[in-house]
């Protein structure tokens, strides 16, 4: 594409400006959680998007599931929710979720979503839908410590707990 004698296109006059760098937008940071009463019980997921200066929380709950299934339904809302494909940073307080992305998701597509042994996967079908979410984003994972004062991962468990049906 480019001659040998020369750093710009050879069909670009010099006199031509040359194109500014294209700047690339900011990853969209998400921080989520889930929290559940008993478990099972009544539980809720809670999720913070930030993208700039700009935040939206988002949170909602069922009458009877599980802390692990509050946490995937968590970033799984979060990822619907963009609108467009986005470089993602998400945040979360669960190996669960973290350790079955990174770890072991694509074992379980392989072996048709059955575990090593031979059985079926646990919360298949949101584990689905978040496969599909992700299809859409380019999404780097980060891990950190529930309940250890992290700013944005305590709101993500007040949204969640916000979400709790029966709860204020």
């Known amino acids: ?7 710009r296109p050879p069909d670009r006059p010099r006199s031509q400006p040359q194109d500014p760098p294209q700047a690339t937008a900011p990853a969209v940071e998400v921080f989520t959680d889930g929290a559940c009463k008993g478990n099972p019980g009544p539980g809720g997921w809670g999720a913070l998007l930030r993208y700039g200066a700009h935040e939206k929380e988002l949170f909602g709950g069922e009458a009877q599931t599980t802390n692990n299934r509050m946490e995937l339904m968590a970033v799984i ?7 467009r494909q986005s470089e993602v940073i998400l945040t979360v307080d669960s190996r669960y979720v973290r350790d079955g992305v990174e ?3 694509q074992g379980w597509k392989r ?22 979410a992700l299809a859409s984003h380019r ?7 529930g309940h250890s004062g992290h700013a944005e991962n305590e709101r ?11 709860r204020a």
């Open 156 to 166: 993500a468990d007040q949204l969640a707990n916000k979400g709790i049906p029966g």
């Open 139 to 145: 999404v780097r994972w980060r891990w950190v410590r």
């Open 103 to 105: 770890r072991w998701m």
């Open 77 to 83: 809302r979060a990822l619907e929710a963009l609108k």
């Open 111 to 132: 072996n048709g979503w059955m575990t090593k042994q031979n059985t079926p996967v646990k919360n298949q079908d949101l584990w689905q839908r978040l496969d599909r």
């Open 1 to 7: 594409m480019f001659d040998s004698h020369s750093a």
